[in-house]
């Protein structure tokens, strides 16, 4: 299926674009030029296929032949070669951005600079690691809360009959009660009371906090060179955009 959509779509794309006549033979559709067969072959090496010119050129008439057939059961409208001018503009407009953000080197030293004076888009919210304790009754909940009193450090009681899991979640996404653990250096270990949760009580034992931080350089790498990437797309578009006054020219 990928094959069919090359060969036939890109010459009505392009001959839409530069406004030519399109006109569709069985002896114009099943010519292929050299060029063509070069470029299929090149398309499909991106996609990691292989193949020799006889096989290209074997592929694109086949494309022509199915497309043509297709085709002939519809009257080429201006509005269809007009959408895929859009179309064409569009994957153009694409290609061009690519090849000047890729003509921009990125060296270690340029994304060191941008991750410094960014530091603040790499800070990582204060993390909670707690268990959670699952009990059927609150008078369960409420026996395991104070066999446990958390003022006397005691280590939490082993039962195999509770239910107990491990989480760990973003500050910005815990309860109140949970947030106010942090002004407090002994909340490790600190149970939370019984709350109701659903059809069940359940108990929050605070593990670790793990305080704000920007996170290093080295741990986020990748993240800082998808944003620099991201800044450089937009700064090129509006480089090539400035000489045109889109914003007069596109009032309708």
């Excluded at 959509?5 to 002896?27: D, E, H, Q, R, V």
């Excluded at 690519?98 to 991750?115: F, G, H, Q």
């Excluded at 937009?234 to 090539?240: F, G, N, Q, V």
């Amino acid at each position: 299926m990928f094959l069919l959509k090359f060969g036939f779509a890109s010459m009505i794309l392009i001959s839409s674009l530069y406004g030519l006549n399109i006109s569709y033979t069985k002896s114009t559709i099943l010519e292929v030029t050299p060029q063509e067969v070069k470029h299929f072959s090149i398309i499909l090496k991106k996609r990691g296929i292989k193949i020799n010119q006889v096989q290209a050129k074997k592929a694109i008439l086949e494309n022509r032949v199915l497309a043509d057939d297709y085709l002939m059961q519809f009257d080429i409208s201006e509005d269809i070669a007009n959408e895929f001018k859009l179309m064409l503009e569009e994957k153009l407009r694409e290609m061009r951005i690519k090849e000047a953000k890729n003509a921009v080197n990125i060296s270690d030293d340029i994304l060191l600079s941008y991750y410094k004076d960014n530091k603040d888009n790499y800070y990582k919210t204060s993390e909670i690691e707690f268990n959670v304790y699952t009990f059927s009754t609150f008078n369960k909940a409420l026996e395991f809360y104070q066999k446990n009193d958390l003022s006397k450090n005691k280590t939490i009681v082993s039962d195999n009959n509770i239910t107990s899991t491990n989480e760990k979640m973003s500050i910005n996404q815990l309860h109140p009660e949970l947030l106010n653990l942090l002004k407090d250096e002994t909340s490790f270990g600190y149970l939370v009371p019984p709350e109701k949760f659903f059809k069940n009580y359940i108990i929050l034992e605070v593990v670790n906090i793990e305080k704000g931080h920007i996170e290093l350089y080295e741990n986020v790498k990748k993240a800082v060179r998808r944003d620099l990437e991201k800044k450089i797309t937009k700064d090129i578009t509006k480089k090539l955009l400035d000489k045109f006054n889109i914003e007069k020219n596109s009032e309708i």
